[in-house]
């Protein structure tokens, strides 16, 4: 299992545990595949862990290590080893939820296309995730054959980007993923995020050496078209691992104030010289922030984008709280019903 990312305070708790442990390839609804020093097999949730985990992001997620019972063929999954990482975003649709992309990862690539795709404000908010998840952030610019203003490209992500890598990638040239060799190490899991026909699945390919996953061409509008329906783990033959994702239409944040102070150091920094402490860089008197947007020092639309992710962030933070308290109250309640019973 060390080839599968399983070391140091995990393998130790691995050889202290009774069950065996297995990693998490590929999660497909109520079942999943999972690895072990044994073999790979199909696994469920136990009962007894489906009746103690209330949040569907503390079921297992691809990329986690799990406590197993293993019988002939298949397994239950009893546990999930503490993670390392997880790159964690509000669940879509109108309800209000946490769900684990993907656990226990080194790197994040950001991947964000070179022709149609090219979204600034979209890729702070998935820098601001990944800064927040406990990985890396590398930012990946797939289609790199196709772009003919690349130096404008590059400094414009740079500005939005700063202390992160970033990679120029095109699948279609013999040399064109060499830049990704140095993060593809022994035991270490890169995750490939990023929305809809970025490319994900043909890099995987290529670092696979085989067109193991299902890709489609270009729509009429310059944009790739959305194949990959699950999450999945690839042992690649040169050692590590990548994790294949879905492109996702939405990326809600979940109370990801880390990631968005590292991912606008530079609007952080120029806070401190604000007149008040909680300034909003609204309306506020003597905000530093918006007196460098006036001179031009920084853009109006990054602070447009600060802003409406640390309101997106807050208000799922206070959401989580909210259903918190309300689940506790109902448990209050039922615990005074049974009380009733009983008498």
């Given at each position: 299992?060390?080839?599968?990312?399983?070391?140091?305070?995990l393998?130790?708790?691995?050889?202290?545990?009774?069950?065996a442990v297995?990693?998490?390839?590929?999660?497909?609804?109520?079942?999943?595949?999972?690895?072990?020093?044994?073999?790979?097999?199909?696994?469920?949730?136990s009962?007894?862990?489906r009746?103690d985990?209330?949040?569907?992001a503390?079921?297992?997620a691809?990329?986690d290590?799990?406590?197993?019972?293993e019988?002939e063929?298949?397994?239950?999954i009893?546990?999930i080893?503490?993670?390392?990482?997880?790159?964690?975003?509000?669940?879509?649709?109108?309800?209000?939820?946490?769900?684990?992309?993907?656990?226990?990862?080194?790197?994040?690539?950001?991947?964000?296309?070179?022709?149609?795709?090219?979204?600034?404000?979209?890729?702070?908010r998935?820098?601001?995730?990944?800064?927040d998840s406990g990985?890396?952030?590398v930012?990946?610019?797939?289609k790199?054959?196709?772009?003919?203003?690349m130096a404008?490209?590059?400094?414009?992500?740079?500005g939005v980007?700063?202390?992160v890598?970033?990679?120029?990638?095109?699948a279609?040239?013999?040399?064109?993923?060499?830049?990704?060799?140095?993060?593809?190490?022994?035991?270490?899991?890169?995750?490939?995020?990023?929305?809809?026909?970025?490319?994900k699945?043909?890099?995987?390919?290529?670092?696979?050496?085989?067109?193991?996953?299902q890709?489609?061409?270009?729509?009429d509008d310059?944009?790739?078209?959305?194949?990959?329906?699950?999450?999945?783990?690839?042992?690649l033959a040169?050692g590590?691992m990548?994790?294949?994702t879905?492109?996702?239409?939405?990326?809600?944040?979940?109370d990801?104030d880390?990631g968005?102070?590292?991912?606008?150091?530079?609007?952080?920094?120029?806070?401190?010289?604000?007149r008040?402490?909680d300034?909003?860089?609204g309306s506020?008197?003597?905000c530093?922030?918006?007196?460098?947007?006036?001179?031009g020092l920084?853009?109006?639309?990054?602070?447009?984008?600060?802003q409406?992710?640390?309101?997106?962030?807050?208000?799922?933070?206070?959401?989580?709280s909210?259903?918190a308290?309300?689940?506790?109250?109902?448990?209050?309640?039922?615990?005074?019903n049974?009380?009733?019973?009983?008498?």
């Open positions: 299992m060390a080839a599968y990312g399983l070391t140091g305070q393998a130790a708790l691995a050889n202290a545990g009774a069950a297995g990693r998490v390839l590929a999660q497909d609804r109520g079942s999943y595949r999972v690895v072990s020093s044994s073999d790979e097999r199909m696994a469920e949730v009962g007894r862990l009746y985990t209330a949040a569907a503390d079921f297992p691809v990329g290590f799990v406590w197993l019972r019988e063929g298949f397994a239950m009893q546990g080893l503490p993670r390392r990482s997880a790159f964690v975003r509000r669940a879509a649709g109108e309800g209000c939820a946490r769900q684990v992309v993907a656990a226990n990862i080194d790197t994040a690539f950001i991947c964000m296309a070179l022709n149609g795709d090219f979204n600034l404000r979209r890729l702070e998935y820098l601001a995730v990944a800064w990985a890396v952030p930012v990946v610019l797939t790199s054959d196709l772009c003919g203003n404008q490209r590059l400094s414009e992500v740079s980007a700063a202390g890598d970033i990679l120029t990638v095109s279609m040239e013999t040399d064109g993923m060499r830049a990704l060799a140095p993060y593809l190490r022994p035991g270490k899991t890169v995750a490939l995020l990023g929305s809809s026909g970025v490319g699945s043909t890099l995987i390919n290529r670092l696979l050496g085989e067109e193991r996953l890709t489609n061409g270009l729509r310059d944009r790739g078209r959305h194949t990959t329906t699950r999450r999945e783990l690839f042992l040169q590590g990548v994790i294949d879905p492109g996702m239409r939405e990326l809600g944040l979940w990801a880390e968005l102070e590292q991912s606008f150091a530079d609007i952080e920094a120029l806070s401190a010289g604000c008040f402490g300034c909003t860089h506020e008197p003597g530093a922030v918006r007196a460098a947007v006036e001179s920084l853009t109006r639309e990054r602070l447009q984008s600060y409406k992710l640390c309101a997106e962030s807050r208000y799922a933070a206070d959401a989580e909210y259903l308290e309300k689940k506790e109250k109902f448990k209050r309640i039922a615990k005074i049974r009380s009733a019973r009983r008498k």
